[in-house]
């Protein structure tokens, strides 16, 4: 299985920037397809962006198209998410899951289909 860490939350004004890191541990991260989501305070747990296994594909949602920036670095086992052009309406809690993909090359973008995650990272935007 693999451990899964994220890091880099915080508090920044609107219109600023952040980028979270998933750092993993255990088995090999290269196998694994990776995610981001986020949960509000009284809002269920919404898809942010996926990645593929090598990282050639990606997929945001579409509120984040633009502004969020997913990738990875295989040899650091880490993932990271650049969040730009911040808004009050992206405070939550950001986690990073992991899936493993056989196949390669997938990207998901549904809670269920990940077999791991993160503790998750509080992200706080003022306005």
């Known amino acids: 299985q693999v451990q899964l860490v994220e890091s880099g939350g915080g508090l920044v004004q609107a219109g600023g920037s952040l980028r979270l890191s998933c750092a993993a541990s255990g088995r090999t991260f290269s196998s694994y397809a990776m995610g981001w989501f986020r949960q509000a305070p009284g809002k269920e747990r919404e898809f942010v962006a996926a990645?593929?296994?090598?990282?050639?594909?990606?997929f945001y949602t579409d509120s984040m198209k633009g502004r969020f920036t997913v990738s990875r670095d295989n040899a650091k086992n880490t993932m990271y998410l650049q969040m730009n052009s911040l808004k009050p309406e992206d405070t939550a809690v950001y986690y990073c899951?992991?899936?493993?993909?056989?196949?390669?090359?997938?990207?998901?973008?549904?809670?269920?289909?990940?077999?791991?995650w993160g503790q998750g990272t509080q992200v706080t935007i003022s306005s």
């Open positions: 899951a992991a899936k493993e993909d056989f196949w390669g090359n997938r990207v998901f973008t549904t809670a269920a289909h990940y077999d791991y």
């Open positions: 990645i593929s296994r090598g990282g050639g594909s990606t």
